[in-house]
């Protein structure tokens, strides 16, 4: 599988997604148009092994519900990422069985070097 999960909207997930080598074949999904089914995060979640790897700890609707201060388990990660899009670390590339989740430049970096070598 080639797909990346993003935002259209979102100024970083497309400089990102423009900076990536041999993308030809990946389908996009614009999460906010197109929400993530459970198949879809499941298949995420096998991938990397944790669902709290895929929350989005920076999303505007974590700190406005005073998340931090609660005590989530990898269901309740599971079950906000399926409630609202912000949740999910953005962008999200899967290509073959190696997944990248996120906007660090050491997480864009090995994107970049992964794809280079395919």
């Known amino acids: 599988m080639k797909k990346i999960y993003y935002l ?9 997604i423009k900076s990536l080598p041999n993308t030809n074949g990946f389908i996009l999904q614009d999460i906010k148009e197109e929400p993530i089914t ?4 499941e298949e995420m979640h ?6 709290e790897k895929l929350f989005s700890k920076r999303a505007k609707l974590y700190k406005e519900r005073g998340m931090k201060d609660m005590s989530l388990t990898e269901n309740d ?3 906000y990422i ?3 899009y912000t949740f999910l670390s953005r ?3 899967i290509a073959n069985d190696k997944i990248f989740v996120g906007n660090s430049p050491k997480n864009v970096n090995a994107a970049i070097e992964y794809l280079s070598n395919e």
């Not at 259209?8 to 990102?16: A, E, F, G, P, Q």
């Open 38 to 41: 459970v198949k879809q995060l």
């Open 46 to 51: 096998a991938l990397t092994g944790s669902y």
């Open 77 to 79: 990660f599971k079950q």
């Open 82 to 84: 399926l409630e609202h």
């Open 91 to 93: 962008p999200v590339i």
């Open 8 to 16: 259209k909207t979102c100024d970083t997930c497309k400089k990102i």
